[in-house]
């Protein structure tokens, strides 16, 4: 993965990602995850690469627009234990770096300084639900779903549901959510305002289509600040309770709770 001299955008196929495809067909950039394999979980490559190409797209001045989605059958399932989960165990100093590289990821998403739209084609679990949310709209094909499962696996889902869900569905939903770790089907996430839109899965890519062409429409600098304005209450959120989320996420991992809760789901 290439670094900058300079605030200038690059041709993808320069960037050398591993982990994402990254395209740019102006006024669109499209950033998928591409480990379809571990339903499209967070590695630490995977959020260098996200937070890398969210800075490319921001100083690309043809790119109005930037969709994010998955390839397969899941949007985004969180992190990948599987790849980090047992280096963790015991471990806070390597927690704390890797919750360094999550939240780095989101602060370039969100302050990306164009309009993001999240192209949910399949589950949306855990960190793939924060994933989304902090994109600006999201458009979900009605045969999936959203869930939390951090109450489950000894993690509290800080890295954006705690903070956003409030704002975004309420507090008892948002305790529901992640209280309960349900399942929430594609139209009852519309109809609580966790997304905007749930379609037929065959009329996904149209009706992406149709709303990357009305925003790229708007006009650029105005947008921007327009999304500044916006961004206020999640970012008070976030700021306020993000460094404290990365500490004692981190100290957690000595205790037995999470540590019995990774090693249950690595011995599966």
Same mark, same amino acid.
């Given at each position: 993965m290439s670094e900058p001299d300079a605030p200038r955008p690059l041709p993808p196929d &320069?960037?050398? @990602? !591993?982990? /994402?495809?990254? &395209?740019?067909?102006p006024p669109r950039a499209t950033i998928t995850l591409n480990r379809p394999e571990v339903l499209n979980a967070f590695d630490f490559r995977m959020l260098r690469e996200l937070a890398r190409a969210c800075e490319d797209a921001s100083w690309d001045d043809e790119i109005r627009v930037v969709v994010v989605t998955g390839e397969g059958r899941a949007f985004c399932v969180g992190a990948d234990l599987r790849s980090w989960g047992a280096e963790l165990l015991d471990n806070p100093r390597e927690y704390w770096k890797w919750f360094g #590289? @999550?939240?780095?990821?989101?602060?370039?998403?969100? &302050? /990306?300084?164009?309009?993001?739209? #999240?192209?949910?084609?399949? /589950?949306?679990?855990?960190g793939g639900n924060e994933l989304q949310m902090a994109c600006d709209l999201a458009v979900m094909a009605d045969d999936t779903f959203i869930r939390h499962v951090g109450p489950e696996h000894g993690s509290v889902p800080a890295g954006g549901a705690t903070q956003w869900l409030p704002i975004m569905v309420g507090d008892r939903r948002a305790r529901e959510i992640i209280m309960l770790c349900? !399942?929430?089907? #594609?139209?009852?996430?519309?109809?609580?305002?966790l997304v905007n839109w749930a379609v037929p899965?065959? !009329?996904?890519?149209?009706?992406?289509?149709?709303?990357? !062409? *009305?925003? #790229?429409?708007?006009?650029?600098?105005?947008?921007?600040?327009?999304?500044?304005?916006?961004n206020w209450w999640r970012d008070i959120s976030w700021h306020e309770t993000v460094?404290?989320?990365?500490?004692?996420?981190?100290? *957690?991992?000595?205790?037995? &709770?999470?540590?019995d809760a990774i090693r249950a789901f690595l011995d599966r």
């Open positions: &320069e960037l050398g @990602f !591993e982990r /994402i495809r990254y &395209e740019k067909a #590289a @999550f939240k780095d990821m989101h602060d370039r998403l969100r &302050e /990306i300084g164009k309009p993001t739209l #999240a192209r949910i084609q399949g /589950i949306a679990v855990g349900d !399942e929430i089907p #594609a139209a009852q996430a519309a109809e609580w305002g899965a065959d !009329e996904l890519d149209a009706k992406v289509d149709a709303v990357v !062409e *009305s925003l #790229a429409r708007k006009l650029p600098q105005t947008m921007r600040y327009t999304k500044q304005q916006l460094g404290h989320a990365r500490d004692w996420l981190a100290l *957690s991992m000595l205790g037995d &709770e999470a540590q």
